[in-house]
């Protein structure tokens, strides 16, 4: 019987190349999450280090449709906020918040953030996730809480308040606002984002219905160990690209 090894993220040796892979996964996570219904009106960021400008970041042009944003609608932002590359202005939370998680930790290449439905209405609980599932168990012990809420985010202040409470986790719930995700890849990034809101989704219809019963801990652990690792989130996205891309190619424009 063959023995097949599950894809890992790419490595490169021109950083033109993984700089035009992250763009390219980064549209393609936009369209995405319009076609799970995260797109609402301007909320909504997502971004990706620049692989050469450390200190820079892609993102989506304010105001636009996530639906339609193609590679070449993708603006880049120096850590002053200024869009040095793309002729759309920056959404000054997407900036606050995302200049300070990914300041905060280098390790990272991703954020994601949005407005969708059961995340934001499960931030309003002030509580983390429980491992109620095994797709939930990927963030056992790997979510924080920050547990505030001043209103729409446009001061770095809070931007760095909310890069503390994610500390080294992989999510953090935005009390009475949502969640943001984060990866050591784009496609890693944005596949927490949409599992966190199906989780979520899960765990309020279950608590809905009654009292649902947790996975223990020792077997949350050891599902985390397999299903939330960083290549575990990369390839979970893979399926949702291909498909995005398949049906939508003009995104790599």
Same mark, same amino acid.
């Given at each position: 019987?063959?023995?097949?090894?599950?894809?890992?993220?790419?490595? *490169?040796?021109?950083?033109?190349?993984?700089?035009?892979?992250?763009?390219?996964?980064?549209?393609?996570? *936009?369209?995405?999450?319009?076609?799970?219904?995260?797109?609402?009106?301007?909320?909504?960021?997502?971004?990706?280090?620049?692989?050469?400008?450390?200190?820079?970041?892609?993102?989506?042009?304010?105001?636009?449709?996530?639906?339609?944003?193609?590679?070449?609608?993708?603006?880049?932002?120096?850590?002053?906020?200024?869009?040095?590359?793309?002729?759309?202005?920056?959404?000054?939370?997407?900036?606050?918040?995302?200049?300070?998680?990914?300041?905060?930790?280098?390790?990272?290449?991703?954020?994601?953030?949005?407005?969708?439905?059961?995340?934001?209405?499960?931030?309003? *609980?002030?509580?983390?996730?429980?491992?109620?599932?095994?797709?939930?168990?990927?963030?056992?012990?790997?979510?924080?809480? *920050?547990?505030?809420?001043?209103?729409?985010?446009?001061?770095?202040?809070?931007?760095?308040?909310?890069?503390?409470?994610?500390?080294?986790?992989?999510?953090?719930?935005?009390?009475?606002?949502?969640?943001?995700?984060?990866?050591?890849?784009?496609?890693?990034?944005?596949?927490?984002?949409?599992?966190?809101?199906?989780?979520?989704?899960?765990?309020?219809?279950?608590?809905?219905?009654?009292?649902?019963?947790?996975?223990?801990?020792?077997?949350?652990?050891?599902?985390?160990?397999?299903?939330?690792?960083?290549?575990?989130?990369?390839?979970?996205?893979?399926?949702?690209?291909?498909?995005?891309?398949?049906?939508?190619?003009?995104?790599?424009?």
């Amino acid at each position: 019987m063959p023995n097949f090894e599950r894809p890992q993220p790419p490595v *490169f040796e021109r950083v033109e190349d993984e700089r035009l892979y992250r763009k390219q996964r980064l549209a393609a996570a *936009f369209r995405i999450f319009a076609r799970f219904g995260f797109s609402e009106g301007t909320a909504g960021h997502i971004t990706a280090r620049d692989p050469e400008f450390t200190d820079h970041f892609w993102v989506n042009p304010f105001g636009l449709y996530f639906g339609h944003i193609r590679v070449s609608d993708l603006i880049l932002v120096d850590r002053e906020g200024e869009v040095v590359k793309g002729n759309a202005p920056v959404n000054r939370a997407a900036f606050a918040i995302h200049s300070q998680v990914h300041e905060a930790r280098p390790d990272i290449v991703a954020a994601a953030h949005a407005h969708s439905l059961y995340g934001k209405t499960w931030s309003s *609980f002030r509580r983390l996730l429980d491992p109620l599932t095994q797709d939930a168990c990927a963030f056992y012990e790997d979510q924080a809480l *920050f547990d505030d809420y001043n209103g729409v985010v446009l001061d770095t202040e809070e931007g760095k308040k909310i890069a503390e409470a994610l500390g080294n986790k992989k999510a953090v719930i935005l009390r009475n606002h949502g969640h943001l995700t984060v990866g050591h890849t784009v496609d890693e990034a944005a596949w927490w984002y949409i599992t966190f809101e199906r989780s979520a989704q899960s765990q309020l219809l279950a608590e809905a219905a009654g009292k649902p019963i947790p996975i223990d801990p020792e077997t949350a652990r050891f599902a985390q160990s397999q299903v939330g690792t960083h290549s575990s989130g990369w390839f979970s996205f893979q399926p949702l690209y291909d498909r995005i891309v398949r049906e939508e190619p003009d995104l790599l424009e």
